[in-house]
């Protein structure tokens, strides 16, 4: 059977259990030690990073993106992409915006609080640490000064950009509760790649966290419904169909996309072709500084750009008016020539992959 190694609090491993539940792929979960993390997946994967899978034939895959779509090719039925080429781009814009964007406000509402870094580091160190010989507070200490160093203050959240990190989620949860008060899922009846993409900072953090889980559970119950309804969707029981189009109430998500995600993945970029190791970047009239370049965010401009090319000239063209009145056009197409030079890209999930982060201090 398939294996996942991983955690029942990591981003990524919920976004992808999230998947194989909904596809009723048959999986063995599998808890990620620390040995396993920081030894042996990396020989196996290329990367410290979780989660990754063991393939009956003994293949390895991590990078939660090219897994699904690799799925895909194994298990079509039904899709995880809408039909209509138009809603299939903006749901791997949504899957990108949730992947990296969110990350920042999920890891600062679990590493910033008390309340939530404390129970999260026990979580943690519990299973990763099992096999640590040292004091449990000792490695529940190190578990939230590495993660807090890291993913928050070397990323970026300082004083000065802490309420803008925060107001992302805010206003993501509103824009979440007016789409939710009108149907199950991003685009209809039936979950697609959007809501999957969407599982990872909304279940594994900001449902589950202390922190944002209450924020969510007072002002947007109909987004932590939805988080449940997603973690208990199975496809083999789903009979409805998509809206047609891009409905009106995701575009202020579209704006959301554009103005913050999309900008921070050009100033990364930009700062990577200059050979910048950590750059500076001006999002929503907040002054971030000192963030950590990150190659395989380069990686996913390029594919997001490779992706708007390969549309057909029609959807490219019906997209459009949406894509400029959002501000999200502009921004796509402003860097050109974007190249990660991530030899291995086109064998993910296969072959040595790049974590997002290369410069993780323990
Ligand atoms: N692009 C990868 C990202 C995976 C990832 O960053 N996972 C996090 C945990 S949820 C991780 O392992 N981070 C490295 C670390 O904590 O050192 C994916 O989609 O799977």
Same mark, same amino acid.
């Given at each position: 059977?398939?294996?996942?190694?991983?955690?029942?609090?990591?981003?990524?491993?919920?976004?992808?259990? #999230?998947?194989?539940?909904?596809?009723?792929?048959?999986?063995?979960? /599998?808890?990620?030690? #620390?040995?396993?993390?920081?030894?042996?997946?990396?020989?196996?994967?290329?990367?410290?990073?979780?989660?990754?899978?063991?393939?009956?034939?003994?293949?390895?895959? $991590? &990078?939660?993106?090219?897994?699904?779509?690799?799925?895909?090719?194994?298990?079509?039925?039904?899709?995880?992409?809408?039909?209509?080429?138009?809603?299939?781009?903006? /749901?791997?814009?949504?899957?990108?915006?949730? @992947?990296?964007?969110?990350?920042?406000?999920?890891?600062?509402? !679990?590493?910033?609080?008390?309340?939530?870094?404390?129970?999260?580091?026990?979580?943690?160190? &519990?299973?990763?640490?099992?096999?640590?010989?040292?004091?449990?507070?000792?490695? *529940?200490?190190?578990?939230?000064?590495?993660?807090?160093?890291?993913?928050?203050?070397?990323?970026?959240?300082?004083?000065?950009?802490?309420? %803008?990190?925060?107001?992302?989620?805010? !206003?993501? +949860?509103?824009?979440?509760?007016?789409?939710?008060?009108?149907?199950?899922?991003?685009?209809?009846?039936?979950?697609?790649?959007?809501?999957?993409?969407?599982?990872?900072?909304?279940?594994? %953090?900001?449902?589950?966290?202390?922190?944002?889980?209450?924020?969510?559970?007072?002002?947007?119950?109909?987004?932590?419904?939805?988080?449940?309804?997603?973690?208990?969707?199975?496809?083999?029981?789903?009979?409805?169909?998509?809206?047609?189009?891009?409905?009106?109430?995701?575009?202020?998500?579209?704006?959301?996309?554009?103005?913050? %995600?999309?900008?921070?993945?050009?100033?990364?970029?930009?700062?990577?072709?200059?050979?910048?190791?950590?750059?500076?970047? !001006? =999002?929503?009239? $907040?002054?971030?500084? @000192? =963030?950590?370049?990150?190659?395989?965010?380069?990686? /996913?401009?390029?594919?997001?750009? #490779?992706?708007?090319?390969?549309? @057909? &000239? +029609?959807?490219?063209?019906?997209?459009?008016?949406?894509?400029?009145?959002?501000?999200?056009?502009?921004?796509?197409? !402003?860097?050109?020539?974007?190249?990660?030079?991530?030899?291995?890209?086109?064998?993910?999930?296969?072959? *040595?992959?790049?974590?997002?982060?290369? &410069?993780? *201090?323990?």
């Amino acid at each position: 059977m398939l294996k996942v190694y991983g955690l029942k609090v990591s981003y990524f491993t919920g976004k992808l259990e #999230a998947y194989l539940r909904y596809k009723e792929i048959p999986y063995e979960f /599998c808890p990620m030690t #620390a040995r396993q993390f920081m030894r042996d997946i990396p020989a196996k994967t290329g990367a410290m990073q979780m989660p990754a899978a063991e393939l009956p034939d003994g293949r390895w895959m $991590t &990078d939660t993106s090219p897994m699904i779509d690799w799925f895909e090719t194994q298990y079509p039925d039904p899709p995880i992409l809408p039909e209509d080429p138009g809603q299939a781009f903006v /749901c791997r814009l949504i899957e990108d915006y949730a @992947d990296e964007w969110l990350w920042r406000p999920a890891m600062h509402y !679990r590493w910033s609080y008390p309340l939530s870094s404390k129970l999260l580091a026990r979580q943690i160190s &519990d299973v990763m640490g099992a096999e640590i010989k040292a004091p449990g507070w000792l490695k *529940r200490r190190r578990t939230e000064q590495r993660q807090k160093h890291n993913f928050v203050d070397r990323d970026g959240v300082t004083p000065a950009t802490r309420a %803008h990190v925060e107001s992302s989620y805010l !206003r993501l +949860l509103q824009i979440l509760e007016t789409v939710f008060a009108s149907r199950p899922f991003l685009f209809g009846d039936r979950p697609t790649l959007a809501d999957i993409g969407l599982m990872g900072p909304l279940l594994r %953090h900001f449902s589950m966290d202390p922190a944002p889980g209450v924020i969510m559970r007072e002002t947007a119950p109909g987004v932590m419904e939805w988080v449940y309804r997603m973690w208990n969707a199975r496809a083999s029981r789903m009979s409805g169909g998509l809206v047609s189009g891009i409905p009106d109430d995701l575009r202020p998500l579209l704006r959301e996309i554009g103005e913050a %995600h999309l900008e921070a993945l050009n100033a990364n970029a930009a700062a990577w072709q200059t050979g910048q190791t950590r750059h500076d970047a !001006r =999002i929503q009239d $907040t002054d971030y500084h @000192d =963030i950590q370049t990150s190659q395989y965010r380069v990686w /996913c401009l390029e594919v997001l750009q #490779a992706r708007h090319a390969a549309l @057909d &000239d +029609l959807t490219r063209a019906s997209l459009r008016p949406l894509l400029e009145a959002e501000n999200v056009l502009e921004p796509l197409l !402003r860097l050109s020539g974007v190249e990660s030079g991530y030899a291995a890209g086109k064998e993910a999930p296969f072959g *040595r992959s790049l974590p997002v982060f290369e &410069d993780i *201090r323990s």
